[in-house]
C-alpha cells in the first residue's frame, strides 16, 4: 500500500510540473515586459526574457523525472505536418560523458588544459542528444523548435542549458567516437544535428546586447 501512495504522489508531481507545460489563457490586459530588460509580468514573458546560456554547472544531476517534464514540453512543440521529425536521446550517464570526453581531449588538448574542465559538455551532468529526419526538408525547423521549449522549460524550473554544436560535430565526423554514436541509437535515416547540455548552475551571466535594428515591420 505504501509504495501505491508513493508511486500515486510521484505522478502527482510530475503532472503538477507538466501543468506548466500546457496552454493557459491569459487575461487580455496583460502586459508584455515592464521595462526593456525585460522584467515580465507575464510569466511565459519572463522566462523567456531571463533566460542564459549557462556553461557552469554544478555537480549534482537532473533528476529524470524533471527531464521527463522538459522532454514531455519538448515533443510538444509545433511541427511540420505532425511528423514530429525528431529523435532526443538523453544521457546522465558518467561514463558515457566521460568516455566520449578522453577521445575528445586526446583530440584537442589546448581546449580541455583549463583546471575547471571536467566534460565537452561544460561540464553539464546531463545532455540531450537531438537528431532529425535528414529525408524531411523541415525538420531541422522542428527539432529547433522544439530544442527551445526544452531550454524554456528547464529554466522554469531552475535548471540552466546550453545548445552545443561543437561535441556534435566531434561525435559525427570522428571514426573513434563512432561507438558512442551507434549507442545513441538513432533510427535509420536520422543524423545528430545538436545538442543540450542540461544541468543546475554554478554562474549568473549577464543578458547580451540583441540587435534590435535587425527586426523592422513591413508596411
Known sequence: ??????????????????????????????????????????????????????RKYKDNPVGRDTMQVILECGINAPNALNKQ????????????????????KQKNPKATEGPAFKNMFRN?????FVAQDAAFPFSKIDCGLMGENMMLSAWSMGIGSCCLGGPVHFINNEPEAKPYLDRLGFSEGYELIYCIAFGYPDETPDAKPRKKEKVMFVE
Open 1 to 54: 500500500m505504501n509504495n501505491i501512495i508513493k508511486k500515486i504522489a510521484g505522478a502527482g508531481v510530475v503532472a503538477a510540473a507538466l501543468g506548466a507545460c500546457t496552454p493557459q489563457a491569459q487575461p487580455a490586459e496583460d502586459k508584455c515586459c515592464e521595462n526593456a530588460q525585460g522584467t515580465a509580468c507575464n510569466p511565459v514573458i519572463e522566462t523567456i526574457m531571463t533566460r542564459r546560456s549557462i
Open 85 to 104: 521529425s525528431w529523435e532526443v536521446r538523453v544521457v546522465d550517464n558518467p561514463e558515457f560523458i566521460n568516455g566520449i570526453t578522453e577521445l575528445f
Open 124 to 128: 553539464a551532468p546531463t545532455v540531450a
